[in-house]
């Protein structure tokens, strides 16, 4: 290691930035956060600095840097050099090695007793990540990716467990049980709980889990299952919590629509459990993979049901729901961008615009989940665009329905194949045209139709490709 990470308390210690600039400005703020009391010498401030003083977060000795200035403030912990002028660093350099304080100049490592890292803060957690100063920058895009996989409720979290410490110590006397608790319990849904406020939740859930360490010498493994959307087929359109529970799950439920590429997300150890459907071809019952994951879940497993688009949207998920309710087995649910607002958006047009659509209507097309219950009538007058899914077999019978009860025969139409995948085709014509425009074509499931005057827009944003006639 260059530099050996060490976290420093200065909390109401005297430290001393060197520049009124905005690279003075970012290192006082680390001061400031720290509990530092922060002098600044600089012969002027910039606006940055200025607003620190503004808000009385530093002390401005208004000077440039020199031997006397040191002597009339308060000797400090730590020294910062910020500045534009090379030989006014290098003063600063000299005077901290000639009075032993720890001394940093900005961005020149040859003149630094300590470094500043990036830094992700989920107060009290703090994650420093350093290069030893050969690249700020590519430091700076991990602390970007641990931005986005660490929660900012889990400084929530910290506390609650920092708070427990001591119960934990009292009930379970041995340092390894101690150690194989915690890795149990912190995760699944007590982390969720705690990282999202539902404090008293979590607390019910380690109160529960040390009476059985105390009772049974570790707590009893308890299961549960995540009820995952995974979006509607870029592996990218994953939510950071989707992610994060997939890759901690025990056993992965997967169907069809679900890329591979999502699935190869879950850890390597991980169970991989295909139950998806085709039309007429059904691999497993509906009502087996519900009680699979609630058998699974009794196991003490972690189970990832992972759904095309999101959950609770023509996904069956709430039944599953209901199935793991019923059997006293905990779950959570992760919504997912669903196919229309993913589809729509890869094919360069909206689902609302405020000249053509107010609102959306998302609608089954299978047979077997009402498409001859559909309220036409009500569609074709409302307005609103309309999003067909499993809609492509009865085509014929949206079409006519609509056309029935008066919709305009050229409102615009677009079919999205494999949506946000690498192999996403669009199809696009007039409402008259489409059973015509899918048989020609040979288009098959998964396809998404979308039924609405606002798919002109995709003319404005690619005005080489337009396909409508103006509004």
């Not at 905005?22 to 001061?31: I, M, Q, S, T």
């Not at 047009?349 to 097309?365: I, K, M, N, Y």
């Not at 499993?390 to 609509?402: E, F, S, Y």
Request: proline share 5%; with cysteine.
């Amino acid at each position: 290691m260059d530099y050996l990470p060490l976290f420093v308390n200065i909390k109401n210690q005297h430290c001393l930035i060197v520049g009124g600039g905005p690279v003075a400005a970012r290192k006082a703020d680390l001061f400031i956060k720290s509990g530092a009391i922060v002098t600044v010498v600089a012969p002027e401030l910039k606006t940055e600095m200025m607003h620190h003083l503004a808000h009385c977060k530093i002390i401005w000795q208004m000077d440039e840097f020199s031997e006397q200035v040191m002597n009339d403030i308060q000797k400090p912990k730590y020294v910062i050099s910020a500045t534009d002028k090379q030989e006014v660093n290098l003063a600063v350099y000299e005077y901290c090695q000639n009075h032993n304080i720890p001394v940093n100049v900005a961005d020149q490592t040859e003149y630094c007793d300590f470094i500043l890292p990036a830094i992700v803060d989920r107060e009290p957690m703090t994650i420093a990540i350093s290069t030893g100063g050969r690249s700020p920058v590519l430091a700076r895009l991990m602390k970007a990716r641990l931005e986005t996989m660490i929660p900012n409720g889990f400084s929530k979290l910290t506390d609650l467990v920092g708070r427990y410490r001591q119960k934990v110590k009292d009930a379970i006397s041995n340092e390894d049980g101690r150690k194989v608790f915690w890795e149990a319990i912190l995760q699944g849904s007590f982390i969720d709980k705690a990282v999202h406020g539902n404090a008293d939740e979590a607390e019910k859930i380690l109160d529960k889990r040390i009476d059985q360490a105390a009772k049974y010498g570790q707590p009893l493994p308890e299961g549960e299952v995540y009820l995952i959307g995974a979006g509607p087929g870029d592996p990218d359109l994953m939510t950071f919590k989707a992610l994060r529970l997939l890759q901690q799950a025990d056993v992965v439920l997967y169907d069809r629509l679900v890329a591979p590429e999502i699935v190869e997300m879950a850890r390597r150890e991980a169970e991989r459990i295909y139950v998806g459907k085709k039309d007429k071809w059904h691999k497993v019952q509906q009502e087996d993979i519900s009680m699979m994951m609630v058998e699974l879940a009794k196991q003490g497993k972690r189970v990832a049901r992972l759904k095309g688009g999101d959950p609770y949207i023509f996904g069956r998920g709430a039944e599953e729901a209901e199935m793991l309710v019923d059997h006293g087995v905990s779950y959570q649910v992760v919504p997912g961008i669903t196919a229309a607002a993913g589809c729509s958006a890869y094919a360069s047009f909206p689902l609302t615009h405020r000249e053509f659509s107010q609102s959306v209507s998302l609608v089954t097309g299978h047979q077997q989940a009402g498409a001859d219950g559909v309220d036409y009538a009500r569609l074709a007058n409302s307005g609103d665009t309309m999003v067909f899914y499993m809609g492509v077999k009865n085509a014929p019978r949206i079409q006519a329905g609509l056309l029935k009860h008066g919709m305009n025969p050229k409102t615009p139409v677009a079919v999205i194949e494999k949506g946000t995948t690498a192999d996403q085709v669009e199809h696009f014509c007039t409402l008259d045209e489409l059973s015509e425009m899918l048989e020609q074509r040979e288009i098959k499931p998964p396809a998404l139709i979308v039924v609405g005057e606002v798919i002109k827009v995709r003319d404005r944003l690619m005005p080489g490709k337009k396909l409508f006639k103006a509004a």
